[in-house]
């Protein structure tokens, strides 16, 4: 059974940084593509980050380019999100996600293109 369980969030005042972990059960951790997702309050999911299996390429939503950053280490099965310079408006709860099918060279950006989610992290940014 796949467990993706997140960690770091919490409340930070605009202009801070955080860094979301997400932490991934099973020895084939390295073979996924994997993707950050948020939620706000009354809002749908909305992409925020993915990257490779291989960790050779990364994929952002424009909102967030050049403040946050996605990396993953196959050593200890966890993949991060740095972000820096948040935003009121980024207060959500944030999920990682994992692709179903190993190997995938490609960057997924839609909930669909998902298939194991964890429980989620809130992220609170103060004005």
């Known amino acids: 059974q796949v467990q993706l369980v997140e960690s770091g969030g919490g409340l930070v005042q605009a202009g801070g940084s955080l860094r979301l972990s997400c932490a991934a059960s099973?020895?084939?951790?390295?073979?996924?593509?994997l993707g950050w997702f948020r939620q706000a309050p009354g809002k749908e999911r909305e992409f925020v980050a993915s990257?490779?299996?291989?960790?050779?390429?990364?994929n952002y939503a424009d909102s967030v380019k050049g403040r946050f950053t996605i990396s993953r280490d196959n050593a200890k099965n966890t993949v991060y999100l740095q972000m820096n310079s948040l935003r009121p408006e980024e207060t959500a709860v944030y999920y990682c996600?994992?692709?179903?099918?190993?190997?995938?060279?490609?960057?997924?950006?839609?909930?669909?293109?998902?298939?194991?989610w964890g429980q989620g992290t809130q992220v609170t940014v103060s004005s």
């Open positions: 990257i490779s299996w291989n960790g050779a390429s990364t």
């Open positions: 996600a994992r692709r179903r099918y190993a190997f995938e060279t490609g960057l997924y950006s839609r909930s669909d293109d998902y298939a194991y």
């Open positions: 099973g020895r084939t951790f390295s073979i996924y593509a």
